[in-house]
């Protein structure tokens, strides 16, 4: 391996921001749709390298609140992929022991889709090798406004007071209430923004950008990732 990696200073929880499906296929002379298939395998293969190096949380951006602008063919292209890997999602992950979560406003997803996410969420949350957070109908000013407003409604009906608002009380409203912040996010397909992915969860997290597309994303580029993260780690109390 051209990158070491300390195991025993392995980053927790890593985001992954999954750019760059459309540009790899349109390289190719494919349909977008191939680009996002190809962006799927490279998940799963990810995933099993993540539990591999011991990462216990991995989210990743799948679909955006923006996404639902894209042309129609594509975002239904995205959402039968979803339903394909989640309904065989067993035979994917070979066997790890996975557990799917999902976090987002997926209220207006088809309701065959719902019925699906729940079911996998359901049957894997046993699972304690490495938690896999897909994040759908995910935009992170979206997720704070709704927090917000469930604390309104807690303060209205007495379950919160004002004085005991804090940032710790505020996180437990947002979808990763139980989730430790990331401390790493990667972002491969040449662009360098957040995208609005885990606005407030990545205040102290450190930061990864690649050129190399999400579809063509390898192994060594996640540890090349988890190299860069341990060269940089400073303990609590830094900046
Ligand atoms: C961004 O690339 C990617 C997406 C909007 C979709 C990501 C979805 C997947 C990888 C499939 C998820 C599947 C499962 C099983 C969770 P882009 O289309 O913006 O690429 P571009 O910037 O090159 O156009």
């Known amino acids: 391996m051209k990158f070491d990696i300390d195991l025993d200073n392995v980053p927790v929880h890593v985001g992954i921001i999954m750019d760059g499906n459309g540009r790899f296929a349109t390289a190719k002379g494919l349909a977008r749709s191939e680009g996002h298939k190809a962006g799927a395998e490279t998940l799963r293969r990810i995933a099993i390298d993540a539990a591999d190096i011991g990462i216990k949380y991995l989210t990743v951006y799948a679909f955006s609140t923006e996404n639902w602008k894209r042309p129609k063919d594509e975002v239904s292209g995205i959402m039968k992929l979803l339903y394909k890997y989640l309904k065989d999602w067993d035979k994917y992950i070979g066997g790890r022991h996975v557990r799917i979560r999902v976090i987002g406003d997926i209220s207006d997803f088809d309701p065959v889709l719902k019925k ?27 997720e704070i406004i709704s927090a917000a407003k469930k604390m309104a409604e807690d303060y209205k009906s007495d379950k919160l007071k004002l004085d005991e608002v804090n940032e710790d009380v505020f996180s437990k409203y947002l979808y990763t209430s139980d989730i430790p912040d990331p401390d790493l996010i990667i972002r491969p397909g040449g662009e360098v923004r957040i995208s609005n992915f885990l606005v407030w969860q990545s205040a102290y997290s450190e930061f990864y950008f690649t050129d190399t597309l999400w579809p063509d994303f390898t192994k060594e580029n996640l540890l090349e990732a988890v190299a860069y993260y341990q060269s940089k780690h400073r303990r609590f109390g830094g900046l």
């Open 116 to 142: 699906m996410i729940e079911f996998v969420e359901n049957s894997t949350k046993k699972e304690t090798e490495l938690t896999l957070n897909i994040a759908l109908g995910y935009g992170g000013r979206n």
